[in-house]
């Protein structure tokens, strides 16, 4: 199970982190990502990191803007966001794959962050 957090109100230039807590499995053996959906558009890839945190990847419209971490021991991933932009508003969910496919099979409930100018 995973439970997507830290998503509300905030301006353009602000910052926020999201979180997203695992349960029910062995989290570190899964590789974590970010997606969002803004209305009226498809769900996009954001961001993703490895089973160790070693190597992580951005969708090009959050690059040198976003910073995802994770820590294991807490069974929890970050999303941190800076420099936030009205296009950055949407429902953020985290989800989890397994390092043998490249489809994200398990999914958070989504927290909706909102950038307002």
């Known amino acids: 199970q995973l439970q997507a957090s830290g998503g509300g109100l905030v301006q353009v230039g602000g910052s926020l982190r999201l979180s997203c807590a695992a349960s029910g499995r062995t989290f570190s053996g899964y590789v974590m990502g970010w997606f969002r959906q803004a209305p009226g558009k498809e769900r996009e890839f954001v961001s993703s990191?490895?089973?160790?945190?070693?190597?992580?990847s951005y969708a090009n419209s959050v690059k040198g803007r976003s910073t995802i971490s994770r820590d294991n021991a807490k069974n929890t991933v970050y999303l941190q966001m800076n420099s936030l932009k009205p296009e950055d508003t949407a429902v953020y969910y985290c989800a989890a794959r397994t390092t043998n496919v490249s489809v994200y099979k398990y999914w958070g409930q989504g927290t909706e962050l909102t950038v307002s100018s």
């Open positions: 990191i490895t089973l160790s945190g070693g190597s992580t």
